[in-house]
């Protein structure tokens, strides 16, 4: 069993940076990629990237490329969303989630809202 928590959230100023942070905790060598995910209001739940555990290798949607970074704590267990330069349409719960052989886990989310 892994239980995913994420933290950070909260209200920001078009432009501005956040970071978000996701604790995981139980059986984590099970995870083999960690993803964000978010979900605006309204909307579905939308791929924001990823991290493959064993490399470090990442990969983001081309909506938050170059203004998102993804990060791994391996000592902490903990799984980093920095945001740099948010947008309006970035308003979003943000989601953890840990996918490993038949196993897959989400957080409870993180909300941010962006203002301008």
């Known amino acids: 069993q892994v239980q995913l928590l994420e933290s950070g959230g909260g209200v920001v100023q078009a432009g501005g940076p956040l970071r978000f942070s996701c604790s995981v905790s139980?059986?984590?060598?099970?995870?083999?990629?960690m993803y964000w995910y978010r979900q605006a209001p309204g909307k579905g739940r939308e791929y924001v990237g990823e991290i493959r555990r064993s490399d470090g290798h990442k990969d983001y949607a081309n909506s938050v490329k170059g203004r998102f970074t993804i990060s791994e704590d391996n000592a902490k267990n903990t799984v980093f969303l920095q945001m740099n330069n948010l947008e309006l349409d970035d308003t979003a719960v943000y989601y953890c989630?840990?996918?490993?052989?038949?196993?897959?886990?989400w957080g409870p989310g993180t909300e941010v809202t962006v203002s301008s």
């Open positions: 139980g059986r984590t060598a099970d995870m083999d990629y």
């Open positions: 989630n840990g996918d490993g052989v038949g196993t897959n886990y």
